[in-house]
């Protein structure tokens, strides 16, 4: 059943009970047949407030920060697989209070910290990022592979053998990619770190495994894991982030104004790009609207969507549709829930989204709503 949008704040991101379930039962499904473990990347979504239906699924979270894990073992009730590209020395007993797994991002951390970890009262495992220097992914900024990255050991930099109480290797290398581009990687893991593998207990595939989308041969998925598993007897780990939240739900927003400038004209919108969907501007994409066009249609209404700070790049567009825009229409931008929450400034003082959730059964949820002290209490 479609959002009812009558009783619905803007600007508003509504999650989508219903569509959330029928992504988490796709990926138990994964998880339960190729017998390996997935788990939430926080990175992408961290709303809280649904964790009680992701948790029926979906027990535990990767996380990137001390704030994340803390977030997983108390809002999660699990503590977190955590990987930081660096920690901070007065973070770091916190972390260890939260983690069942630490992944460091080089070596030289890794021997700075370790006997902190190993003298801990709690066992954690130790992992060590590596870099397999392959990857599909087309745009710079998302790309850990690119020459000279920061993020992961190179195979030219690793040792001959693994250091005491490495248990595990972790790689991230996919951003939105398919079950093909993972196996590619898996070669490319195998012939630059192969030497490793028999000498360790898991691996953490990282995120950007999008099995939820429609495209998406998870058949495939399922056999590449199974096959990788049994030649190298591992405990594998995924931590997709979009894939959770992949077409489950949107940004509600409203028509406040509209300009004309020459033979541009320009719903001016309730939220900013900047500000509330940064990764359109980043990434880049245009984000579809319900019941418009992303591009100019001959013959109808046509429109760049306003965002509503004073960066003058807060735009985006053209959008075409039926019918004549006019002031207090909504406009409701489709999968905005995954990497736009977590994303989110106060830039401007612009009026921050309320956060809900919609069911059939129940209707909508109204789970937060920011207000002037939300903003203050950031800058002062």
């Keep these: ?136 992914v087309k745009t710079d900024l998302y790309n850990p592979g690119v020459p000279g990255s920061r993020l992961g050991i ?45 000498h360790i207990k898991w691996l953490n595939m990282g995120g950007g495994h999008l099995m939820t989308h429609k495209d998406y041969d998870v058949e495939h998925l399922i056999a590449v894991l199974g096959a990788f598993k049994q030649k190298w007897n591992l405990h594998l780990i995924l931590e997709p982030g979009s894939a959770f939240n992949w077409g489950t739900g949107v940004l509600v927003s409203t028509v406040i104004d509209m300009v004309k400038n020459h033979s541009i004209q320009t719903a001016m919108l309730d939220v900013s790009f900047a500000a509330h969907m940064p990764d359109c501007l980043e990434m880049p994409y245009q984000p579809a609207i319900e019941g418009a066009t992303s591009n100019a249609v001959a013959g109808q209404y046509v429109y760049k969507m306003g965002g509503n700070s004073c960066l003058a790049g807060d735009v985006m567009g053209d959008y075409s549709f039926d019918k004549e825009l006019s002031i207090g229409d909504l406009i409701v931008f489709e999968d905005m829930i995954h990497y736009t929450m977590v994303k989110t400034t106060m830039f401007n003082g612009v009026t921050h989204p309320s956060i809900g959730i919609w069911s059939d059964k129940k209707g909508f949820t109204l789970l937060r709503k920011f207000e002037y002290q939300d903003f203050k209490n950031r800058l002062g």
């Design 154 to 198: 190179p195979a030219s930099e690793m040792p001959d053998i693994l250091p005491r109480n490495v248990e595990g290797l972790h790689f991230h290398s996919l951003c939105e990619s398919n079950s093909y581009d993972l196996e590619n990687t898996l070669k490319a893991v195998e012939d630059k770190f192969g030497q490793f593998l028999p």
């Design 1 to 136: 059943m479609p959002i009812n949008y009558t009783h619905i704040p803007s600007p508003c991101f509504v999650l989508d009970e219903d569509l959330l379930r029928k992504n988490l039962e796709l990926i138990k499904s994964v998880k339960d047949r190729a017998g390996v473990e997935i788990i939430l990347a926080f990175k992408s979504f961290a709303m809280w407030g649904a964790f009680p239906i992701i948790t029926e699924y979906i027990p535990s979270a990767t996380a990137s920060s001390v704030n994340e894990a803390q977030l997983a073992f108390e809002e999660m009730g699990s503590k977190a697989h955590t990987y930081a590209p660096a920690y901070k020395d007065s973070d770091f007993d916190k972390i260890l209070a939260y983690s069942s797994h630490i992944t460091f991002n080089s070596l030289s951390q890794f021997e700075r910290l370790k006997n902190k970890v190993t003298g801990y009262s709690q066992p954690v495992s130790m992992g060590l990022r590596i870099n397999p220097e392959h990857s599909t």
